[in-house]
């Protein structure tokens, strides 16, 4: 059974620039979630979805923002980049939505904003 | 507000000792807490996941158990491995429904 899947790996942007992660979940997985992963901040919650619609959302500005498409994979985009959106971004997918059962993290993608 | 810390930060210790990594939440009423690690620049691995009406789970050399009313959870590794060095993270699921995490205890188990 394949793990969740993030691409790409790595991104460098400039700043100003717009950015769109992609995450993959478990085979029959309906909801993910995104993390947001800095040094200062530890790991933050960003937004979750389910079927298709966002559920939660974090404390973050509205450049951040994601979809859900029907074969529940998920995409986060970041507009006008700024320095410290420098991060490693993690999305975690689970069977239920809401954090009740056991979440199942990608291997990241790092974004750095120079 | 629900605030994780974990303690210790940092621990480093030889091979073959037997380790408690704390974690302490300070709002008791949650649904469940999970324990992952994390190998540097990677993501996270589940390693348990206990129910707010479980005490502890077990996995192969991990224990974890799980106090609400007191706000702490424990993770016991036995017999520490250089392989069981990375960071250790707990999260718990508050009403928000969605996950907090925990600063993390950063291990190095050394030959």
């Known amino acids: 059974k394949a793990g969740v899947t993030q691409t790409p790996r790595y991104l460098i942007k400039t700043r100003g620039q717009q950015v769109t992660l992609s995450c993959s979940p478990i085979?029959?997985?309906?909801?993910v979630s995104w993390y947001q992963q800095t040094p200062g901040q530890g790991l933050q919650f960003l937004f979750e979805?389910?079927?298709?619609?966002?559920?939660n959302k974090g404390n973050f500005p509205g450049r951040f923002s994601g979809r859900q498409f029907s074969n529940s994979r998920s995409e986060m985009n970041v507009s006008t980049l700024e320095l410290g959106d420098s991060a490693l971004y993690l999305c975690?997918?689970?069977?239920?939505?809401?954090?009740?059962?056991?979440?199942?993290f990608g291997q990241g993608t790092r974004l750095t904003v120079v | 507000k629900q605030e994780v810390t974990q303690i210790p930060a940092a621990l480093s210790v030889p091979e073959g000792e037997n380790l408690v990594l704390n974690c302490s939440f300070t709002?008791?009423?949650?649904?469940?807490l999970q324990w992952f690690r994390q190998d540097p620049g990677k993501g996270l691995t589940s390693l348990l996941l206990?129910?707010?009406?479980?005490r502890e789970q077990t996995s192969g050399r991990l224990n974890a158990s799980l106090d609400k009313s007191s706000g702490r959870s424990t993770l016991y590794i036995a017999a520490s491995q250089p392989g069981d060095s990375a960071t250790y993270l707990c999260?718990?699921?508050?009403?928000?429904?969605?996950?907090?995490f925990g600063t993390g205890t950063r291990l190095q188990v050394f030959p």
């Open positions: 975690a997918s689970s069977s239920e939505p809401g954090g009740y059962t056991e979440a199942f």
């Open positions: 085979s029959g997985h309906r909801s």
């Open positions: 979805y389910f079927s298709e619609t966002q559920r």
């Open positions: 709002d008791s009423a949650i649904y469940n």
């Open positions: 206990i129910q707010s009406s479980q």
């Open positions: 999260a718990v699921l508050h009403n928000t429904d969605k996950l907090i």
